[in-house]
């Protein structure tokens, strides 16, 4: 019978494609982050942290070499989401979790 196994392909497709969707992370809000120097544009100054307030991007700490990943401007010591940008987070050893591409100190998510 020949309909189970078209069952089984299409819902692993399914699967494949939901995966692939999860991988390629868009940015996302930008939350509060801990202060060094001037904080980025669009966020306050509260305490040792920078607040996002109206018109902030999602922004993280630029690397131990001070770099930033694809998409991400620079700006003091944080590295800011453009329109374009992928989900980068730190990396952490010497390898990125699986869907997501060694970038200097990032790993960049659907590359």
């Known amino acids: 019978m020949k309909r189970p196994a078209a069952l089984v392909a299409g819902a692993a497709l399914g699967l494949v494609l939901a995966a692939a969707a999860a991988v390629a992370a868009p940015v996302p809000a930008p939350g509060p982050l801990p202060q060094k120097g001037s904080c980025p544009f669009g966020y306050a100054s509260d305490s040792r942290y920078c607040t996002p307030g109206s018109g902030a991007r999602f922004a993280l700490l630029k690397g131990?070499?001070?770099?930033?990943?694809?998409?991400?401007?620079?700006?003091?010591?944080?590295?800011?989401?453009?329109?374009?940008?992928?989900?980068?987070?730190?990396?952490?050893?010497?390898?990125?979790?699986?869907?997501?591409?060694?970038?200097?100190?990032?790993?960049?998510?659907?590359?």
């Open 64 to 111: 131990p070499s001070g770099s930033c990943p694809s998409n991400y401007r620079s700006e003091g010591a944080y590295c800011v989401a453009e329109a374009s940008a992928r989900l980068a987070i730190p990396r952490q050893g010497g390898s990125c979790p699986f869907g997501y591409a060694n970038e200097g100190d990032f790993c960049v998510s659907g590359r």
